[in-house]
């Protein structure tokens, strides 16, 4: 829907805000820009419709070169919602929202239904809304008359920049499963600009993490979790990461590799041979076919040595967690009634690390940690 050919932006002072960005956005997804204060965020929003213009490379949309269509019409077609609202104060909620509509010269009568229609999508009953100034209004309501003022003419893109930014964690909490909701039954194109990771995480099907006008990665949620790009990626994803952790969250930001692996096929010799080598009490097997096959114990492959026994026959697989639906609490038990390292694996039975007390420990220091810093530097 939006692509980003190489784009560069060089303010007249020098300052190169976003360089040789290069950047597809799909039609009907919410891509969320994120990335440290002054990485180009709003820079990148602002050329998509022209409120500033790149210095090289080339802006389509749908397909064609922005700076080609005529800057009037194309903004029509690009909802554009800011930090404060940028509501008039000294228009009602309707003519707020009707901004757009009203510029298209829609009729007095469509101009109505489409501004109930998108109240009561927010949850605001026209009766008691319609006619108020801005000033008669909390923040989260003024901020979802942004939103919907946004929406009103059935723009193919709507642009957010930090929408939720100045709202307390519960109204915006709200307003987040709001626009998600909405976006369910309107399947816009949403390019949200934040720079709070949960918000990200929470919103976005795609998320483009920037640094110093550059693309350090772009994916899904999971992928920016799960598989980060470098250093700088995992500080930033982790870092937020910990704020999430609670008894119910997944497990993933638990799991750690697992120290020593061990082939099903090696004899009880050569695996006790091993553990010794590294000092572990104990190992995970793991087949040819890369399944995992059991976590084994030092003493208990001692005893299969003495009387012949497979290293198979020594395999425990009860005591272990599934990654995609462990929570938290699950590991904790399970670590409050034996400190030994907890097997993780997937769906399809293979090994995806362990969890242990001591990372279990680590995490929580970081945690309380991070928890005092945030108060000393505040
Ligand atoms: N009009 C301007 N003239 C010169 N430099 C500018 C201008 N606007 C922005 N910049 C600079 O360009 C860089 C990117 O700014 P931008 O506003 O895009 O960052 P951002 O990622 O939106 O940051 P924030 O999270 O603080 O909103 C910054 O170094 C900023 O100082
Ligand atoms: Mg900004």
New binding site residues.
């Given amino acids: 829907m939006v692509d980003f050919e190489s784009v560069t932006k060089q303010?007249p002072?020098g300052?190169v805000?976003v360089d040789k960005l290069n950047l597809t956005i799909e039609k009907g997804k919410i891509v969320v820009l994120i990335?440290p204060?002054?990485?180009?965020?709003?820079?990148t929003l602002k050329m998509v419709n022209r409120l500033e213009e790149p210095s090289r490379g080339v802006i389509r949309m749908g397909g064609q070169n922005i700076l080609k269509m005529n800057p009037v019409d194309l903004r029509r077609n690009i909802g554009y919602v800011i930090q404060d609202t940028g509501l008039m104060p000294h228009l009602t909620v309707t003519e707020n929202i009707a901004t757009v509509p009203n510029l298209l010269r829609w009729k007095k009568e469509r101009v109505k239904a489409r501004v109930e229609e998108l109240l009561h999508m927010a949850g605001l009953d026209p009766k008691l809304y319609r006619y108020r100034l801005p000033a008669q209004m909390s923040g989260g309501q003024r901020q979802r008359i942004g939103v919907l003022r946004a929406l009103a003419a059935e723009p193919e893109v709507v642009l957010m920049d930090e929408p939720f930014g100045a709202l307390d964690p519960i109204t915006r909490d709200r307003l987040q499963g709001e626009l998600k909701e909405i976006q369910n039954t309107l399947q816009r194109t949403i390019i949200f600009?934040t720079?709070d990771i949960d918000e990200a995480l929470k919103l976005g099907d795609q998320i483009v993490l920037m640094r110093d006008g550059r693309v350090e990665q772009i994916g899904s949620p999971e992928d920016l979790q799960q598989n980060p790009a470098n250093a700088f990626v995992e500080s930033f994803i982790g870092e937020d990461r910990l704020a999430q952790i609670t008894p119910e969250a997944g497990i993933d930001a638990l799991v750690e590799d697992a120290p020593l692996i061990l082939k099903a096929s090696s004899g009880p010799e050569k695996a006790l041979e091993r553990m010794e080598r590294v000092g572990r009490e104990t190992a995970q097997v793991v087949g040819e076919d890369g399944l995992w096959k059991g976590m084994v114990w030092l003493n208990d492959i001692k005893n299969a040595e003495r009387y012949g026994k497979p290293i198979a026959s020594t395999y425990r697989t009860k005591r272990k967690l599934r990654i995609e639906d462990a929570r938290i609490r699950e590991a904790a038990t399970l670590l409050a009634a034996s400190s030994e390292p907890i097997p993780v694996v997937d769906a399809s039975g293979r090994l995806r690390g362990i969890v242990t007390d001591a990372g279990f420990a680590r995490m929580t220091i970081a945690r309380l940690t991070r928890g005092r810093h945030q108060k000393e530097s505040a």
């Fill in positions: 303010y002072d300052t805000a990335g204060s002054g990485c180009g965020k709003t820079t600009v720079h």
